[in-house]
């Protein structure tokens, strides 16, 4: 692609090119088959006030998408003041159905197929957004993906670990899925689901906002119909006041490898920690948004 075939259509030519990575990438394979389906891909203004909100939602260390772009570009000592328009890109990676089912078995410890996403996938994830941003940068353009630089870091809060940049106030940001009870992402493809974003100078058609509310695709939210992620969570880390980030943490981070341990089912598992995701399979916003019973 050249930058005056770019120019015509951005918006195409960047969801086609993060589509056509994962379906394509030889690194997108789990046993034979895909680990992630087509991705979904949607684009927000950086100066939506969304970005603002966040440091009063999120944090004061939460980064606008303009504060990303000029970190990267003054550490590079190639910054010369902020672009006219920019934009962020966010995209959805669909965990398979094969991964989905293999999870839905469990009660206690991720399958094996859920901790090789969560690292492998998360590595590819990664790839494709460096990637993403070489090739704008090849363009003429300039581009960040916040998440993986030296400036992205956690800030240790009261109520647990929060990110100066989220993936997912920028997916929801780009219209593209609600928050919910167990504190996952519900998108059109559900919320078994990784995500990314990356923030560039290009001038992109922000996608609709097709939700009413931050939390409009649950349905403990809509009518409390719902609490099967509450049933799901071995150490009961979702309650109906939210997701316990802290007894979440410690049981991933920690007490969850001891379990697989004691089960006698190390083999085969990679990572700093297995995952978990449990409150993420066998519940109805697992693949798609749930449907309220009439
Ligand atoms: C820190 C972290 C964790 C921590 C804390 C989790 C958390 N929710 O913050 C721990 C270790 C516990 C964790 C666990 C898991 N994680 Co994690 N984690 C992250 C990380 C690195 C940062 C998240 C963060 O700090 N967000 C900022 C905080 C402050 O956001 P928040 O509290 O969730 O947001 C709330 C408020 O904003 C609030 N809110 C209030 N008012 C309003 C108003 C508006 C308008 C809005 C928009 C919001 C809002 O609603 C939100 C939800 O309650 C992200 C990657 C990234 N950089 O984004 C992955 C990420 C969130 N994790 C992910 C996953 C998959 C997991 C696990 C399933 C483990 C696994 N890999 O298998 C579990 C799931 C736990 C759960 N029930 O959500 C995925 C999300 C997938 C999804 N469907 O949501 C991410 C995005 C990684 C990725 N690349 O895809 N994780
Ligand atoms: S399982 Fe039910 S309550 Fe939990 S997040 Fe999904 S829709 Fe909401
Ligand atoms: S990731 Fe595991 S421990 Fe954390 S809330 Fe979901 S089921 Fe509970």
């Excluded at 353009?141 to 109520?159: K, N, S």
Aim: charged share 25%; with cysteine.
């Amino acid at each position: 692609m050249n930058a005056e075939e770019f120019k015509k259509n951005p918006e195409l030519l960047i969801a086609k090119t993060i589509k056509e990575y994962i379906v394509n990438s030889p690194k997108n394979v789990l046993d034979g088959g895909p680990m992630f389906d087509e991705p979904m891909v949607g684009f927000a203004d950086a100066d939506d006030p969304i970005f603002q909100e966040y440091k009063k939602i999120i944090g004061d260390f939460h980064m606008t998408p303009r504060e990303a772009l000029e970190s990267r570009y003054q550490r590079l000592g190639k910054w010369s003041g902020q672009p006219q328009r920019a934009s962020v890109i966010a995209w959805i990676l669909p965990i398979t159905q094969d991964t989905r089912l293999s999870l839905r078995k469990e009660t206690i410890v991720p399958s094996l197929r859920w901790n090789h996403t969560r690292w492998h996938g998360e590595a590819l994830n990664q790839e494709l957004s460096k990637d993403l941003v070489a090739l704008l940068e090849q363009l003429g353009c300039q581009a960040v993906a916040p998440m993986y630089t030296d400036f992205w870091h956690e800030v240790q809060t009261p109520q647990g670990p929060a990110s100066n940049w989220s993936h997912r106030h920028a997916c929801f940001a780009a219209g593209l899925g609600t928050f919910s009870l167990s504190d996952g992402f519900i998108t059109e493809k559900g919320i078994a689901i990784r995500c990314g974003s990356a923030v560039c100078d290009v001038p992109l058609a922000p996608s609709p906002m097709k939700y009413a509310s931050h939390v409009a695709n649950c349905l403990y939210y809509q009518d409390k119909s719902c609490r099967r992620c509450m049933e799901r969570c071995p150490v009961g880390a979702i309650t109906e006041q939210g997701h316990d980030k802290n007894k979440c943490m410690d049981f991933v981070f920690v007490k969850q490898r001891e379990i697989l341990k004691s089960l006698g089912r190390e083999t085969g598992y990679v990572g700093r920690y297995l995952g978990c995701g449990l409150c993420q399979t066998k519940v109805p916003c697992e693949a798609g948004i749930p449907k309220k019973k009439s």
